[in-house]
């Protein structure tokens, strides 16, 4: 694992998100080196996300129960109709409080809990979506010393959520998904 490895890895999306997330997950070997926690806007009906990635991925894909160890080589789905978030000693806490931005799962429930435990060893990921869920966590890392990345909005499906990501966070890049799964694959390499 290099220096440059983080800690771990936060991704939220919304509108246009399996689309985005098929283009990057998969690309990642079995034994990634860091875990991965995602938020992605769905109904609270069962979405079908694990069973999806589960077949596309090499790494591990689970939707977490309450009080779940966050280990590495794992990729973790918010539960429909839970916040998911990142308690100390690195362990899962699945919330049912209210909607943030109209959103439960909310992307800055996690973002803002994983920079509590995480600070700067997390790495955030905000993808396509069609509103600004994510970009209060983005600026929330970034204050912590963490690192921001945003999907390119001129490419992405929903653009508002990478560019507001953008707008509150001074040091985030903006990259292709190609090049944000180079990155990656850079990062979890001996």
Do not use: W
């Not at 963490?146 to 909005?153: I, K, M, N, R, Y």
Request: glycine share 6%; with cysteine; proline share 9%.
């Amino acid at each position: 694992m290099s220096a440059d490895t983080p800690a771990a890895i936060v991704i939220g999306s919304s509108a246009g998100a399996v689309q985005a997330l098929s283009e990057l997950l998969p690309r990642l070997p079995a034994d990634y080196p860091v875990p991965i926690l995602i938020v992605v806007h769905v109904p609270a009906t069962p979405s079908g996300l694990t069973t999806l990635f589960s077949a596309k991925c090499a790494m591990k894909v689970v939707e977490p129960d309450d009080k779940e160890a966050i280990v590495p080589a794992t990729i973790y789905f918010a539960p429909p109709g839970y916040h998911l978030l990142v308690e100390p000693g690195a362990s899962i806490a699945l919330s049912a409080d209210e909607p943030v931005l109209f959103s439960r799962p909310s992307i800055d429930v996690l973002f803002e809990s994983a920079t509590d435990v995480f600070g700067a060893g997390l790495l955030a990921l905000v993808l396509t979506g069609a509103n600004e869920d994510g970009a209060r966590g983005s600026a929330a890392i970034e204050a912590r010393g963490g690192s921001v990345l945003v999907e390119d909005p001129a490419t992405a499906y929903a653009a508002a959520m990478p560019a507001a990501a953008l707008a509150r966070c001074s040091s985030a890049r903006a990259l292709s998904l190609d090049a944000i799964a180079d990155h990656l694959l850079r990062l979890g390499a001996p």
